[in-house]
Structures are given as C-alpha cells and as structure tokens.
C-alpha cells in the first residue's frame, strides 16, 4: 500500500498547478458536486446526505453558524444553519438592509472584480440579494441571487443559489448579528473568511478532474485512493473498500467444498457493508496524513465505527521544490487477511459438527412422529368434508394436551360451526319466503284495494302502500344479500327528526289491512314524540316484531303496540302478544344471528336473522332492546328504548 501511494505521489511530483498554494484552512471554501436536486424551501431536508461536511464557525459573541456549499449544474448552492437566540428581521418599507440580521456576500466575478450583496428580509420566506457598493447608498436589487429563509428551534436557515456565471474563483461569506430591535446596531459580525478586496475572499475549492484522471489510470484493485491537498481537502478519489468475492487461491479452491460452505455458517466471514466514516467526505483527518504533510509516509490501523471491519491506510507526501503539495492516501479492509484466519478455526469446528450431526438425527426421529400426527389429522379432516363442501361427519379428536391435538379440537369446532352455518344455508329458499311475506302481503292487498277503490284520495293512498311496500321489499333482498355487511349499511342511512307516534300509527292502520283477522290494539301519546333517525329502519323493525307476535299469539287475542316516555328522555315501544313464552336458555342469544326458537314443523321456518337486524336497528339508534315473558307468562313483550328529541311539529 504504500509502494501504490508513492506512484500515485511520483506521478503529482512538482505538479503545483493542480494543487492550491498559499492558503490556509480558513482562506478556502470547499464546493461539493452533487446529483440529486436541490429545493429552496428554507430547510435542511435535501441537505442530510452532506450536512456531515459543513463547516463550523463562530465569534466571541453568542451567534455562530454552519456552512456547506454544493454545486449542482451551472449554479451554486450554499446552506446557513445559523445559532441565534434573538432574531431581528428587517423593518418594513425601509431601505436599510444592516440595522437587523443579514447575510452578506461578496464574490469575486469571473472578470477580477468584487461585488458585494446583502440578504435580509422583514418575514420569514422568500428573499433576495441586493447588491451594494462600496459607499453603502447604492442598492440595486439583484434577482439572479435567490434564497429562502425559515426560522429553527434555535436560530434560523438561510438557502440561497447563485449561478456560476456570476462567480470567479473567490467568494465569502458573513452573518452579521443585530440583538436589540430598538437601538438595531450590528453587534457582531460572523464570517467565513472575512470581505473586502480580492485577496481577502476565500479561494473556493473544487475536485480536480485532471487529478482524477491520473488516480483513475493508477488505481490499485480492491484499495480505494485519495489525493489532498494541504488543507485537508479531497482533490480526487477512486477505487472502493469492497473485500474480493476470493481473497486468495486457496481460498478459491475450496470454495466448493460443501464442509467449507457448512462452516461459513458458522464463522463470522468478512462483509462489505460497513460503516465507513470516510465515505462521502470532503475533508480528511487522520495521523498517517498529519505525518505525511510533514514529510513522513506512515501506515495506519483503524477499526470502522460499527466494528465490522479493520481498514490499513498509507500515506504518502506529495513533493515539489516549493515543498509538500499535498497527501495520497491508500485505504484497503483487512477482508483477506479474515478469510485465512477462518482457515484455522474451520478444524475446531470439526468436532462440532459431528455433536451437531448426531443431534441433527434425534430432532430428525422426533419431527417424523410429529410429521405422522398431522398427516392423520389432515386425513381425519378431509374424511369429515365432502368433496362438493358438506360436513359429513364430526372430527375425531385427541386425548392428549399437546399442541397437535389441541390443534385438532379446534378444527372439530370450526368445523361443528360450519355444519350448523351448512345446514342455515340449505334452509335458506324457505326462510327468506318469512322475510318477504309483509311486504309482499302489503303490496298485494293495496293493489286489490286500489283495483275497487274509485275515490281518488284512497287510490292514491293505496298506491303510496304498495310503493312502500316494493321499497320494503328492494330493501329486505338487499339486506340478505348483503347480511355480513349490515353493519356498513347502517352507516349509509341518514338520520332525520320524524314523528314516531304518528309513524306506529300509520303502520297500525296498515297491519290491519295486512292481518284482516287479527285484532290490533295501539296505546299512543296524545301529543307527537320525536326521535332522530331512519323512518324505514324503525318500520322495518316494528314490521318483524308484529311479525314475529302474530306468528307466535294466541288466537283470538290482541296484538298491543304501545309508546310512551320513560326517564332520561326516552321511548319504549312495547308490543305484546299472548302466547308460548320464551325459553329461559336463549333469553340471552335470541338477539344474536340466525337463532330461532322457531319448531321444524312450522311450515314457514324464518332466517334467524329478523330479531338480529331488530337489535343492530336499535343499536343504530342508539337504544336498546330486550325480551321477556309476562309477569302471568301469558305471552311475551319486546321492548324498544329509543332515544327522544325535542321538535316542535
């Protein structure tokens, strides 16, 4: 490594017109070429990959700030995240660019000559470049230098760009402090190298692409190659720390050795994604360059941040007559030098591997018992299911409480679950013939009322019945399409303020006309009970509860639909019928989906799902409902609490 850095040294001897002489660390401005786009917006997001390469400077006061210059196509970008605790912005109107925080510039044109600009604004955003001359009274505003300017949680940000037709080979920057808005005199003046005359300007700093040129026809495989100059700065570089695929001809003749691909799972093999601090940097630092700058070429040991690798340098002086130019560095990882270490610790891994390979054959005997147990409760699965989806029969379980056979009582309830789902689905053609009987019922006795009907105002109530009645039924067939969305669907409908008593009152009318031999008998408010909500989602309710009373009453009793308030502003409707009471063992799930209490002799057995969507109706609007027998167990009541509003009619 250091034989190829002093080639790379021997072929920069005495090239002093590639180096930058005479200049310090704090007379030059490194200009980074980048790629990626640049947005003046005022903050630092865009900047994150290169913010690693600002530079810091500060004064005796309280301000300082960081700096980082980039150059992307034909224009200069440059970044200021400045550290102020009192900013002072420019006062509207006014002329005065210096009695309140600035960014000065002063740049060296491609002719020689020196120009000078200020940065200030009165808010926080846009802002731009006015240029000013040496007396201070002429301010010209300069429009091809823009920026942005954003306050921070400890100062603020300044992005400005300008374009390199307006640049030379010097530039230099400054913030200049105000603190007290009153008095709004500078009180400290920050910069990057100072302003004035040319030969007070920073000398800005660029990768060569001759040096470049020159490292590329010099580059060592597998070593990455720096060239600096005296201030620490990248000039060039080439060449990369990635290790090589076989770092020796041993190594290569054993690549395909199955032993030796079981031992790279087990030793630790050299990788090539580290974390290198070197990666990306404009400036270098290090012993082996300080020695170099002084005369002496010296190696180096480093490990890299993340500990993954050990990187060699070598560093060698770049001569001249007038003395040292600059630094070539030659970096290289140790990755080699680990492939032929692992050489060694592959033998004691050898008897390792036979502990391994006897413990291998046990875990092997144990998951072919294991193997054997799923087979037979995969076996024992697809015995219970037909071919065409029917359970057939119930899953044989096991007795032990292992995992396998835990695992086999859960598919024996899946499968229970989907034999009772199986056996609804098959029922469903006469169950839905339950579901679409009221409204086809009301439909059909509007239409023959309406047929001997001549009175225009009956005719056109008869025709508002049936109209309601197809709509009840659009509605129902959606709903069974649509059951396991119910939920969703509830969520579409649009609440309004309506008139419940007058709605039960309407609708009693109409069981009337729908059940001609049953006897219907209402208990209402005088005055109207107002509820928000859907009129044909409590229609809808109230239609399978009379429904499920009239199937269910005694003859020759009574039907009673009553409403009145209760405490905590609300309604119950309650409608009773005479007859079988419910069972004590589904007080609890008779609410639930597709549960009936329903005998198999009906000749009309229902979904199972009307008391269901009756409680998700309730629920919707916020109420409840329950069932219980009569204190007499003479029938049963269903009870709807809903909430009440207060409207006047």
């Not at 600002?54 to 960081?66: I, M, P, T």
Request: charged residues 20%; hydrophobic residues 35%.
């Amino acid at each position: 490594m250091l034989g190829t850095a002093q080639a790379v040294a021997t072929v920069l001897h005495n090239r002093k017109d590639l180096f930058i002489t005479g200049a310090g660390p704090a007379q030059t401005l490194y200009v980074h070429p980048i790629e990626t786009l640049i947005q003046l917006d005022g903050y630092s997001d865009d900047w994150t990959p290169y913010l690693r390469n600002a530079r810091h400077y500060k004064s005796d006061g309280a301000l300082n700030f960081s700096n980082i210059i980039v150059q992307r196509g034909r224009h200069l970008y440059a970044l200021f995240q400045v550290r102020d605790k009192h900013i002072v912005y420019r006062t509207p109107g006014t002329t005065h660019l210096d009695r309140n925080d600035h960014l000065l510039i002063s740049l060296e044109q491609p002719n020689g000559t020196v120009d000078h600009y200020q940065l200030a604004t009165s808010a926080p955003g846009w802002v731009n470049a006015y240029r000013i001359t040496d007396n201070g009274n002429d301010i010209t505003k300069e429009a091809r230098i823009k920026g942005e300017w954003q306050e921070s949680k400890d100062g603020y940000t300044i992005e400005i760009r300008i374009p390199l037709r307006l640049l030379g080979k010097r530039l230099a920057f400054a913030i200049a402090d105000v603190n007290d808005p009153v008095a709004r005199t500078i009180e400290s003046v920050t910069g990057t190298n100072g302003t004035g005359q040319p030969d007070e300007l920073g000398l800005l700093v660029t990768p060569s692409p001759v040096i470049e040129q020159i490292v590329n026809n010099l580059a060592h495989e597998n070593a990455r190659i720096w060239v600096l100059d005296r201030q620490h700065g990248v000039l060039a570089q080439k060449g990369t720390l990635k290790s090589p695929d076989t770092p020796t001809e041993t190594l290569h003749n054993r690549s395909t050795s199955l032993l030796h691909n079981l031992f790279r799972l087990v030793l630790r093999q050299p990788t090539e994604f580290f974390a290198d601090e070197f990666s990306g940097a404009s400036q270098l630092q290090g012993i082996e360059i300080e020695s170099a700058l002084n005369g002496t070429p010296k190696t180096r040991r480093r490990i890299t941040p993340d500990r993954e690798a050990v990187i060699l340098s070598a560093a060698w002086p770049i001569h001249s007559e007038q003395g040292i130019l600059g630094v070539v560095l030659v970096e290289q990882s140790t990755n080699a030098i680990q492939s032929l270490q692992n050489r060694a610790l592959e033998r004691l891994f050898s008897i390792t591997l036979i502990f391994f390979s006897v413990t291998s054959l046990v875990l092997l005997g144990f998951a072919s018992i294991l193997t054997t147990r799923i087979h037979k409760l995969r076996n024992n699965i697809e015995a219970a299911v037909t071919p065409d989806g029917r359970i057939q029969r119930q899953l044989q379980t096991g007795t032990t409480q292992d995992e396998i056979d835990d695992l086999s009582r859960s598919f024996a309830n899946v499968l229970a679950r989907l034999g009772e789902y199986n056996r609804y689905l098959e029922a469903m053609a006469s169950r839905l013939a339950h579901e679409l009987r009221t409204p086809l019922a009301v439909v059909k006795t509007s239409l023959d009322n309406l047929e001997a009907e001549h009175d225009s105002a009956r005719r056109t109530r008869y025709l508002q019945h049936a109209k309601k009645g197809t709509e009840r039924l659009g509605l129902i067939l959606h709903r069974m399409r649509e059951a396991t969305r119910l939920e969703q669907l509830l969520q579409h409908a649009e609440p309004e303020p309506f008139d419940l008593t007058e709605m039960i009152r309407v609708t009693t009318e109409n069981y009337r006309t729908v059940y001609p031999g049953i006897t219907f008998h209402s208990q209402l408010p005088d005055s109207p009970t107002y509820i928000i909500g859907s009129p044909d989602l409590i229609s809808q309710a109230l239609d399978k509860l009379v429904s499920n009373a009239v199937d269910f009453h005694q003859p020759d009793t009574a039907i009673q639909i009553e409403l009145d308030s209760v405490q905590n502003r609300q309604l119950c409707l309650r409608i009773i019928n005479s007859g079988p009471t419910l069972p004590k063992a589904l007080s609890q799930e008779l609410f639930e989906s597709m549960v009936s209490i329903r005998t198999a002799e009906t000749t009309e057995p229902h979904l199972g799902l009307g008391l269901y969507l009756v409680r998700l109706i309730c629920e919707f609007h916020g109420g409840s409902v329950t069932a219980k027998n009569l204190s007499d167990n003479s029938g049963v009541v269903f009870m709807l609490i809903l909430p009440t509003t207060d409207q006047s009619s």
